[in-house]
């Protein structure tokens, strides 16, 4: 097939991106995720995209371990930073969230401290401080950790669930008929838009929380957004997995990615290509 490509003289601010790394992994292929993760370890390389990947599966190796697909592997490490734990459910970005900051905000509980959570598809990372006593309180609260009896109510507490539901009742409002658009030609802008939402959120949240607008932006949060129940069922997982607390001296490949995310998020003004060369330089000079 031959394509045939002219530049246009039309202005356009459409800028194509892609979105697939923010979707959300189904539980199937978060089941087979991990299956390709024990055949690394077995060093079952029978795919091109296996064996481009076999030198960080040996340097992850060689730091730490690959897990079974029956182990939740739990890496804790010291840098500069502060304390660090990095622990792979293979679930997914949304169950991690959850997941993350559950354990953060039940870890603060027993200990006052302030933790820094980042999240991809393969794990979830805790930042603490340098004091932070993070390996001890992950060795003896583990049950703490999985307990689901509360578990809606406790990440209400961890998340700022009234922001995310606020971000869902928009597109609900909308729906809804609660908010005019504009008419043809004299469309309304995002921010009048986003103005009138919040406006709308906070009376029905202030007189009427009972209202069932309200209702379905918290349902969709829940289950769509943080995934409730898979959240649930994860959490069950783990408890019946073996563990694997790996002490390494610096985070491994399986952590890198993480420690990308957390940079993202971060101001600066040195690019992230930058800050992660320096972190290359760091760890190389650690070596030698």
Known sequence: MTAYVKVSTKKSRTVPAWA????????????????????????????????????????????????????????????????????????????????????ASRLTKLNRGTITVSVNDYGF????????????????????????????????????????????????????????????????????LQISASLLFDVFNRHEPTNRLLQQAYQEVMHDQLELSRLDKALTRAASQEWLHVQTPRPGPLAFPLLVERLNSRMSNETVLERIMRMQKDALNKEV
């Open 125 to 192: 990372e805790l930042l603490a401080p340098r004091s932070y006593p993070m390996e001890e309180l992950v060795e003896d609260h583990a049950d703490l950790l999985l307990d689901k009896e509360n578990l809606e109510h406790d990440l209400q507490n961890a998340l700022n669930l009234s922001e995310l539901q606020r971000r869902r009742f928009r597109a609900i409002a909308q729906i809804a008929g609660l908010m005019n658009r504009g008419f043809p030609g004299s469309s309304k802008s995002t921010g009048k």
């Open 20 to 103: 697939g790394g923010q979707m959300a992994l189904s539980d199937l292929l978060t089941h087979h995720l991990r299956q390709e993760i024990d055949r690394a370890r077995r060093e079952d390389l029978d795919t091109p995209e296996l064996k481009a990947l076999k030198p960080l599966f040996d340097r992850q190796q060689d730091l730490s371990v690959l897990p079974k697909t029956h182990q939740l592997l739990i890496e804790t490490c010291q840098t500069r930073e502060g304390s660090h734990l990095f622990a792979y459910p293979f679930e997914g970005r949304f169950v991690h969230e959850g997941i993350g900051f559950l354990w």
